[in-house]
């Protein structure tokens, strides 16, 4: 057979296809293997991350000299403290080689042999003559081939997936200590006894007070910055209707009669009424918070200004459509500033009280004095007669 015959019956594609199939069977297990490690070790049956709690001790100072020796909780999700198998076919080299060897040699066999015996006198010389004859031939044929298939397949982890990983920070961004239990010490760390430790227990729950106490005036001024910030739109809305009916007004005068002009003087004069109250809107609902005006309407000290049917600048009225939510917007702003003033006061005399107890103003609570325990009575001696 011809060298070229000998490639004729390879089939190439299955040769090349087979094992890029098998690689891309195997990133599909792989890809199903991480999936599974994520739901397995990850959640749980409901569907919630799987967390472990670490737990440890940590030592503040305070300013009367004493420590808290706080417990510490804090809980890791699973996912964020072990390695996360993600494996992938990341190359697949396919080597094919096929070697054809072949060799023919034709050796054929065969032995020939005779023999020859003869004598003959010549004159008085006597010769004999002995001979024989050979032959050999040999055909010989042989044929070899073979043939090398190599694949090459690299895998390497690539860590966490992209999208696991947002999650993950999603996650790490809402994990923080929680404080499960704190115990007075004192400066030294050792146990507090007597007057020392019922100061000490007053001025933690001190602490404690003045720290919720700051949490809700943050609160109470967010609450604050919203109001007013709907108290300032509402406010822009009804001026720019208020400027639309007043430019339509003035469409219909000449331009350079002096009427137009004196119209639109005042028109700047309503304007810059509106304008000057959404820039001091804040600190005029701390002014009617501190009048303690109840009344309904919008306040006169907003300086709120509007042009009157005969094209004069009059006080902002309640004939006006958006009135009604102005006057609401500005009594709940009002609320939202004394809510803020009240929190601010309570915080205030916490302080105060915090520093009289620190300067030792304050005279500490008396520890109750433990009831003496009752003698026990003499049991009657029994007269028996003895």
């Known amino acids: 057979m011809a060298i070229a015959e000998q490639f004729a019956g390879l089939q190439m594609d299955q040769l090349i296809g087979a ?7 195997a990133s599909q297990q792989l890809a199903g293997s991480t999936a599974e490690f994520i739901n397995t070790v990850g959640f749980d049956g409901a569907g919630k991350v799987r967390t472990v709690a670490f737990g440890y001790q940590k030592r503040t100072h305070n300013e009367d000299g004493t420590s808290n020796l706080d417990e510490m909780k804090v809980d890791v999700p699973m996912l964020a ?9 990341d190359e697949v080299n396919i080597l094919f080689d096929m070697e054809v060897k072949q060799s023919e040699r034709q050796e054929s ?5 005779a023999s020859l015996t003869g004598s003959a006198k010549i ?7 002995t001979g024989s004859v050979s032959a050999h031939s040999s055909n010989t044929r042989s044929t070899d081939n073979s043939a090398k298939y190599h694949v090459d397949v690299r895998a390497a982890n690539h860590g966490v997936p992209e999208g696991l990983a947002r999650v993950l920070d999603m996650m790490a961004a809402n994990v923080a200590p929680a404080l499960v239990g704190s115990t007075l010490k004192d400066g030294n760390g050792q146990e507090l006894t007597g007057q020392a430790k019922a100061r000490a227990e007053r001025l933690k729950a001190l602490r404690q007070d003045i720290s919720l106490l700051e949490n809700r005036i943050n609160a109470a001024r967010d609450i604050l910055d919203n109001r007013i910030g709907a108290l300032r739109k509402l406010a822009a809305g009804q001026q720019n209707a208020l400027q639309s009916d007043m430019a339509k007004e003035l469409g219909k005068m000449d331009s350079d009669s002096p009427e137009a002009m004196d119209y639109s003087q005042n028109m700047d004069k309503v304007n810059q009424s509106w304008i000057t109250f959404q820039n001091q809107a804040a600190d005029l609902i701390r002014m009617i918070s501190d009048s303690q005006d109840s009344s309904k309407g919008v306040s006169v000290l907003f300086g709120l200004k509007e042009m009157s049917a005969d094209k004069k600048v009059v006080d902002y009225d309640s004939d006006q459509s958006g009135y009604k939510q102005i006057a609401q917007a500005q009594s709940i702003a009002v609320q939202a500033r004394r809510n803020l003033d009240k929190t601010e006061e309570e915080y205030s005399k916490k302080r105060m009280e915090y520093s009289e107890v620190i300067s030792g103003k304050t005279s500490e609570p008396e520890q109750p004095e433990k009831p003496e325990k009752p003698e026990k009575p003499e049991e009657p001696k029994h007269d028996d007669g003895k």
């Open 81 to 89: 403290i072990v390695p996360i198998p993600n494996l992938q076919v």
């Open 19 to 25: 094992p890029l199939r098998a690689a891309a069977d």
């Open 109 to 113: 066999s065969k032995d020939m042999s």
């Open 123 to 129: 004159g008085p010389i006597k010769i004999s003559v």
